[in-house]
């Protein structure tokens, strides 16, 4: 295989395609989770992961963060490498992991304004606290903007870690299996949300075990992407980085 | 700025809140200290030959003490992979947590190294320069302790391979800052060893951060 661009499997919409990977290959430890995957996504596209344990929906959504180098392939925003760009694409993605990341000390409160602090470091104090009031509100979390994070149970952890999406807005979404531990109410505001977004122009990329309504979303079955058998990319390995 | 004030302020108030942790490194300091006046004999001239290389040492193993908490935390509750995601540079972001570290960690040191020289005996003339050298000293010790933290992460026992890392590398902040004190003592001019301690303080905080950062980035993936 020559390093030449591989067509996307999903063709692209009419709409210039922002967010691409173009022949990702992702190892892990010694084992290759998936190969040549691509995709493209444009404004108001939604891609659904889907896949057993270990198919690499993690590991893709990893990827597109930019907290993990592909193998051999590349992700790119407008034909440019997230990587070449790490601050630019911090900017545009928010991802949503398996862990909440809520300091068990803090209020929910200062959790969340913390992270708005980050994203939109120009905004005043007054400002960041409004949209984090905002953003909680969204989850039904307002009564516990004062509860620190230990006392929270996972469900509301999860619906905070999810109120980050909202207090600080961002045009492409990462979430890895957001839908843990959240009760039906919640599911059904995140795919409110996720719509909302959508209607916006913003991307979502989500992996879930469950049922997510998403309208119109491609979706990805990651074992169509497992090597079919562990030797297939020992003669592909020369242009690794890392 | 803003968000490298934010994370200075985050951790502050981590590190009060939960409180033990500096608390316990002065604790450290000051009882580690107070063991070598039993252990050589309270004759004051063997204590203040050796107050400053007591007091140095001392420093270094308890500012050491609390460096495996500077990143574990949020690498295992997954803060550090929305930390190395900020739109804000992550060496920036380091440097802010290292500035946390120090002024709950450090800082204390420096404040309670006084205290302890008088115990030692330490010589009138020494103390100012004792002072201005650990102000100089213990942000390059939590510099160089950064780079070490993060390369550590998610090793098992960190904490043993940590020392073994980073140890070997204050000994320089060490010989100047004994040094030092001593040449203060003895009447001699200590012009040179504060530069000197100066220069590893600006080469520390131009490529520790750096450093410490790209280890992150290791430590995520």
Known sequence: ?242 | MAAFLAIIRRDLRLALRQGSDSLMVVMFFVLTVVLFPFGVGPETGVLERIAAGVLWVTALLASMLSLDRLFQADYEDGSLDLITLSPVPLSLLVMGKVAAHWLTTGLPLLLAAPVLAVLLHLNQDGFLILIVAMLLGTPTLSLIGAVGAALVLGARRGGVLLSLLVLPLYIPVLVFGVSAVDAAVMGFEVRAQLLVLSAMLLSALALCPWAAASALRQAVE
């Open chain 1, 1 to 242: 295989m020559t390093d030449t661009l591989i067509p996307p499997a999903v063709p692209p919409a009419a709409a210039a395609p922002l967010f691409e990977g173009r022949g990702l290959t992702c190892i892990r430890g010694d084992r290759v989770v998936f190969t040549d995957l691509s995709f493209s996504l444009a404004p108001g596209q939604a891609l659904l992961l889907l896949g057993p344990n270990g198919s690499g929906k993690s590991s893709l959504l990893r990827l597109m963060a930019g907290l993990l180098h592909p193998a051999r392939g590349d992700v790119l925003w407008d034909d440019e490498s997230i990587f070449s760009d790490r601050e630019g694409h911090g900017a545009r993605a928010r991802y949503i992991g398996h862990q909440d990341a809520i300091k068990p000390v803090l209020t929910v409160r200062e959790n969340i304004a913390f992270w708005v602090r980050q994203w939109q470091p120009e905004r005043s104090a007054a400002q960041a606290d409004a949209q984090v009031e905002a953003a909680v509100a969204r989850f039904e979390m307002a009564r516990l903007l004062d509860v620190p994070g230990k006392m929270l149970s996972a469900g509301q952890k999860r619906r905070t870690n999810l109120s980050r999406l909202f207090a600080a807005p961002a045009p492409l979404w990462l979430l890895d299996e957001p839908t843990t531990a959240l009760d039906r109410a919640s599911v059904a505001v995140l795919e409110q949300a996720i719509a909302a977004h959508r209607a916006a122009g913003g991307m979502v990329v989500l992996s879930t075990h469950i049922d997510v309504a998403l309208p119109g979303a491609q979706e990805f079955h990651m074992d169509r992407f497992a090597p079919r058998n562990r030797y297939d990319w020992d003669d592909e390995t020369d242009g690794a980085e890392d």
